[in-house]
Structure formats: C-alpha cells, structure tokens
C-alpha cells in the first residue's frame, strides 16, 4: 500500500503544482498583440536633470541641425497662439536642445516678428532681415518661421511684410518670394526624421 499511496500522491501533488504555477501571471495567447505605449516622457539618464517642460500639448518648432531644418515637439501646458509660438521660436533651443546639436538662424536675422494671422494665413511682420547683419543663413531662418506656423493647424500658408510691403524671402531652391508660403517650399532642407 505504501507503494501505491506514492504512485498515487506524486502525481496529484505535481498536477496541483501545475495548477498554481499555470493560474500564475500572464496567460497565454493564440498571436502576439500590439501593446499601446503609454504616454511620456520617460526620463532617461540623459534627460533626468533636464527641466523640459512636461505639459498636455504640444507645440512644434523649427530649428537647425548641420544646415538642415529640424521640427522639434515640445510640450506645453495649453496651445500657444501664434505669435506666442514665435516668440518661443525666437528665443531658441532650450539646454537640452543645443546638447542634441540645435541651433537657430534666427538670432541676429531677425529683430522683430509678429504674426498676423486670418482665415488660415499668416502674415510675418519682419523688423530686419540677414542682409544688414551678415548672415548668410536667412535661407534656414526663413525657414524656420514658415516650418513652425506651417505645422499649426489654424495656418496653412506663411507670407512676409517689410515696412506693411510684401517682402520677397529666399525658398530652398534659392529663389525669391512675395506669395505665400508653405513647409513644402524648405523640403529639401528639411532633415528626414
């Protein structure tokens, strides 16, 4: 009988411990599932000392990489106006955003920006342009003001004013223009994400 009480016994204990093991975690599943990232940011040590800004929407701005614009995200707490998100432009890239190689055009570009905005076209004020300062990027400055409108949703096209007069800024292709202007004009200096 002892025999046949361990022949018995082993088994049942081993099927209840496969029980447990299997009531345990995950179950199983017949395919893979796609898992949703929930949302960041995740800080990292490269950006746990960072004071990026962590808000509920974001607000994207052109800067400059070797040449090349770059859309960079940001988030805020609330969606600026327009003339607030030039004023953001304006001021540059953040630490964080100069340390991955970000820079601005703006600087010294451009004295003065106010944007005007109605039934989706946004009209720039500009108080001095790069020809009286020397720089010989306002290609990539222009740029950056038509990049960071264009990605709004309430403006779908970028013109300039110089003194209340149509000013005539440099596209990618190194032509001249007075009419409006879209993202689609600085393509092919826009780096690839």
Do not use: K, N
């Amino acid at each position: 009988m002892p025999g046949f009480a361990r022949r018995v016994v082993a088994p049942a204990v081993l099927a209840g411990l496969l029980v447990l093991v299997s009531a345990c975690g995950v179950p199983a599943e017949d395919r893979p599932r796609v898992v949703e990232v929930p949302p960041g940011p995740f800080p990292s040590p490269a950006t746990a000392g960072s004071t990026a800004p962590t808000g509920r929407v974001t607000e994207t701005l052109c800067f400059v990489r070797d040449d090349r614009l770059v859309p960079v995200p940001r988030r805020v707490d609330r969606a600026p106006d327009a003339d607030a998100q030039l004023r953001d432009l304006l001021a540059g890239p953040t630490t964080v955003e100069r340390d991955a190689g970000l820079t601005s055009a703006l600087p010294g570009a451009m004295s003065a920006v106010v944007a005007d905005v109605a039934g989706g076209h946004a009209r720039v004020t500009v108080g001095q342009t790069g020809d009286e300062t020397g720089r010989s990027d306002e290609v990539l400055a222009f740029g950056q003001i038509v990049c960071t409108l264009d990605a709004r949703d309430d403006i779908t096209t970028v013109s300039f004013l110089r003194d209340g007069r149509p000013l005539g800024v440099p596209r990618a292709d190194g032509s001249l223009s007075a009419q409006p202007l879209t993202a689609a004009d600085y393509t092919a200096l826009t780096a690839v994400r």
